[in-house]
């Protein structure tokens, strides 16, 4: 998606989750959303996906949600994650 673009997709949730839950999910891709579009805090996203993995504890799980989010937006949470495990500097910003 396109920086200032309006955002016409829904976020991967599970409808089992608490409003917290969804509400955490929710600002871990919101963070991976900003990492493609004006750039993030490394050290902010990785607090995000600790809090994620919290409420998605499986792997399975969580590369299902990926998957679904990455056909939504574009925008892929593992590349991204992948760039900040191996971060030389403090902000992230994807590459299109």
Do not use: C, H
């Not at 309006?6 to 990492?35: C, G, H």
């Not at 892929?76 to 994807?94: C, E």
């Amino acid at each position: 998606m396109k920086e200032g673009a309006s955002v016409e997709y829904s976020y991967p949730i599970n409808l089992d989750w608490s409003k917290d839950e969804m509400a955490t999910v929710i600002s871990f891709y919101q963070a991976v959303e900003r990492a493609y579009e004006t750039g993030i805090e490394a050290s902010e996203i990785k607090a995000k996906y600790s809090a994620f993995k919290e409420v998605v504890r499986s792997i399975g799980e969580e590369k299902s949600l990926g998957n679904e989010f990455e056909k939504a937006s574009g925008y892929s949470a593992y590349r991204v994650m992948q760039l900040v495990k191996n971060a030389t500097t403090s902000k992230i910003k994807m590459q299109p």
